[in-house]
C-alpha cells in the first residue's frame, strides 16, 4: 500500500467522527469530500485574508465542504468558476446577478450551481483573465503544503488546464479548507502532479506554509488515457486546439 493511500485511510477513519454525509455518497469519502462540523469557523479564517478580500473571481472545487464559502463569495459579489463532478460536465460559471435574493445557500450546492449558473467553455474561462486564487477541499494535506484529493486526481488535472491557459502560476494564492484531523504532520513527499497549497484553514486556525517546491505546470497527457479523456470536455477542447484526437 503506497503512503498516499495510508495517510487517507488513516485520516478517513477519524474523519468519520467529525464529516457531514453527503446525500449521495453518505461517508464514502472514496467518491466525495465531505462537509464537516466547523467549516463555517474555517471559512470565517479564509475570508479574513487579504488575498480575499481583494479579489474578485476564483476557481472553487465542488467539495461540501466550500458550500459555505461559495454562498459567502455571491453575498460579496465575487464571481467563480466551479468544475461538475468528476468534470464530466465541464465548468460552470456562477456569478451574483445570476442568483436571486435569498436563493445563495442553494446556488452554493451542486444542484443548485447548474439551476442558476451556466456552462462555461475552457477557451472561455481563458478568455475572462487570470483567476484571483483558489480554494480546494482535500481529503488530507500535511503542514507543508502537500494535498491530497480523493485519489482521482481532478484538482491536478484542473491544475494543469489552468496553467497550460495561463490564468494561474506560481503566484495564484491556492487555499484548502479541511477540518483539523484531516491536517498531518508527516512530511509528505509530493508527486509530480501534486499541487501545493499556500494555506490551510481548518475550525481551529489557519496556517500558512512556506513551499518548499515549485507546483507543476501543464497536463501530463501521458498520464492519461483515451477514456478519460473523452469523458472530460475541457480536456477534448485543448486536445482539439491542440489539432489531436484522442484515437
Given amino acids: 500500500m503506497s503512503s498516499t493511500k495510508i495517510v487517507r485511510e488513516r ?3 477519524r474523519l468519520k467522527d467529525v464529516a457531514r454525509p453527503d446525500s449521495r455518497f453518505h ?48 453575498l460579496a459579489g465575487k464571481t467563480m468558476v466551479i468544475s461538475t463532478y468528476g468534470i464530466y460536465r465541464g465548468f ?9 435574493d435569498g436563493a445563495e445557500l442553494y446556488a452554493s450546492w451542486l444542484d443548485g450551481l447548474e439551476h442558476f449558473g ?3 467553455t475552457l477557451s472561455e474561462v481563458a478568455g475572462r483573465g487570470r483567476f484571483d486564487f483558489m480554494v480546494t477541499g482535500a481529503s488530507a494535506v500535511s ?17 494543469g488546464m489552468f496553467t497550460d491557459t495561463g490564468i494561474v502560476d506560481e503566484q495564484t494564492p491556492v487555499a484548502a479548507v479541511v477540518h483539523d484531523v484531516q491536517v498531518v ?9 501534486d499541487i501545493l497549497v499556500d494555506m490551510i ?30 469523458s ?16
Fill in 11 to 13: 485520516i478517513w477513519s
Fill in 27 to 74: 461517508l464514502n469519502f472514496a467518491e466525495v469530500i465531505p462537509d464537516f462540523e466547523g467549516s463555517e469557523q474555517a471559512t470565517d479564517r479564509l475570508v479574513a485574508e487579504p488575498f480575499y478580500d481583494a479579489g474578485n473571481y476564483a476557481f472553487i472545487t465542488p467539495d461540501n465542504c466550500l458550500a459555505d464559502l461559495r454562498r459567502r463569495m455571491l
Fill in 92 to 100: 460552470y460559471l456562477l456569478e451574483p446577478g445570476m442568483v436571486p
Fill in 118 to 120: 451556466r456552462p462555461i
Fill in 143 to 159: 503542514l507543508d503544503g502537500v494535498r491530497f484529493g480523493k485519489g482521482h486526481g481532478f484538482f491536478d488535472l484542473e491544475w
Fill in 185 to 193: 504532520e508527516d512530511k509528505l513527499f509530493p508527486s509530480p502532479t
Fill in 201 to 230: 484553514a481548518t475550525p481551529t486556525r489557519l496556517i500558512h506554509v512556506e513551499r518548499r517546491a515549485a507546483r507543476p505546470r501543464g497536463i501530463k497527457w501521458d498520464l492519461l488515457d483515451p477514456a478519460q479523456i473523452e
Fill in 232 to 247: 472530460t470536455p475541457p480536456l477534448k477542447e485543448m486536445q482539439a486546439i491542440r489539432g489531436e484526437t484522442s484515437a
